[in-house]
């Protein structure tokens, strides 16, 4: 038998890479996932972005869930974005009419994603924002982060918000969504290196 000196970094020999998991792709997606808006609700609001890793490159497996609060402010307390048929378990969907604030998107083979959901209302403190928890390959324990958004009549809640006041201010911009031409807002994350999203970590 050899024995080998693992005390020398160096010295070891290169195992064989592993695939890091876990996998999302089979079954987490559901379809409707981004569309939280209730059909022609006149507070409706898209936001859509990339999602980029440490070397800029998109990613094509990875999948954002997103939870806001409603216009006025209120956690939803309604059932129902993965609702099943009871007779044959089927999927059914949402049902178009009851706002859950909460979806789950996958990203596209561009690293594209996006949510049609309801512009939220700010909360105590806070400015308005949109929750956001994004699993990605290599991510062993997934990552927190926020939508605030830019360009409101009055951005002033923004500077007061005490989440954002504890970020450096080089770095605010990662977690504002810009308005777009297109009547939507642009958000997109960075998992790692240059303009990385600053993430949240909750104790």
């Not at 490159?57 to 129902?80: C, R, S, T």
């Not at 308005?128 to 409101?152: D, E, K, N």
Request: aromatic content about 10%; proline content about 8%; charged content about 20%.
């Amino acid at each position: 038998m050899t024995k080998i000196d693992t005390s020398n970094p160096d010295a070891v020999l290169p195992t064989p890479s592993h695939t890091v998991g876990p996998f999302y792709g089979y079954a987490l997606p559901f379809p409707g996932g981004a569309d939280i808006a209730p059909v022609g609700h006149p507070e409706t609001v898209t936001v859509q972005g990339y999602i980029y890793d440490g070397a800029g490159k998109p990613l094509p497996d990875a999948f954002v869930e997103i939870w806001g609060a409603d216009p006025e402010g209120n956690l939803p307390q309604v059932d129902g974005s993965i609702r099943r048929d009871p007779t044959t378990g089927g999927y059914l969907g949402r049902n178009g009419v009851e706002f859950t604030g909460w979806g789950r998107i996958q990203t596209d083979v561009n690293g594209h994603w996006y949510v049609r959901t309801l512009r939220p209302g700010a909360r105590g403190d806070s400015a308005p924002y949109l929750s956001v928890c994004v699993f990605a390959r290599g991510l062993l324990v997934h990552l927190y982060t926020r939508i605030y958004f830019a360009g409101s009549s009055d951005d002033a809640p923004l500077a007061a918000d005490p989440v954002l006041q504890q970020v450096d201010a080089e770095r605010r911009d990662t977690l504002i969504a810009q308005r777009q031409a297109d009547g939507t807002y642009r958000f997109d994350i960075r998992l790692q290196g240059e303009g990385e999203t600053v993430f949240l970590e909750f104790t």
